[in-house]
């Protein structure tokens, strides 16, 4: 089974299907968080959710942005792993009556949708460098940033208040 699709012979093709599995990924993140939100019952996660949902709507903009200064199409392509986290998640908080156990596993859940987006965006920054794109990495870098905020924000809610409730 190949981990890439068969139309990538070029780092450019591989740069591009990686901004598509991101884009998608962040499409993704845009359906899940407003459930998300929903689900949480500690108004400190509530409000940090509801904070990166309007991140988030910036982070699809910045990247039909680059789609645009590269001169590609924005469109997605599946990421597995997202859909993955994303799953899992409602599996789990599915099966929790317990308000405080369950805003405990969306605080995690939501950290592990960070940490990939954190990857992604740091090898598409390292590319775009490397791919004589700098104006690209600048735009990636904003974006990078706000995801390292939210973690943060997600860690400081978890372990101040969820951890210890639950």
Not at 49 to 56: G, P, Q, V, Y
Not at 58 to 83: N, S, W, Y
Request: hydrophobic content about 40%; some cysteine.
């Amino acid at each position: 089974m190949a981990i890439f699709s068969k139309d990538i012979d070029s780092m450019e093709d591989l740069y591009l299907h990686t901004l598509r599995d991101i884009y998608y990924a962040e499409k993704q993140i845009e359906k899940a968080l407003p459930k998300m939100i929903d689900k949480a019952s500690d108004q400190k996660l509530k409000d940090a959710f509801s904070h990166h949902l309007d991140e988030t709507h910036g982070h699809v903009r910045r990247l039909e942005e680059l789609f645009d200064m590269i001169g590609a199409k924005a469109k997605g392509v599946d990421c597995p792993a997202i859909d993955g986290i994303i799953k899992e998640t409602e599996d789990i908080t599915s099966d929790i009556s317990d308000k405080a156990v369950c805003d405990a596993a969306l605080a995690a859940a939501a950290q592990a949708v960070e940490h990939y987006e954190i990857t992604r965006y740091g090898t598409l920054i390292a590319w775009s460098n490397e791919l004589g794109r700098p104006e690209c990495a600048d735009l990636l870098k904003q974006t990078i940033a706000e995801e390292e905020a939210a973690d943060n924000k997600l860690t400081e809610v978890a372990e101040s208040r969820l951890n210890e409730i639950a």
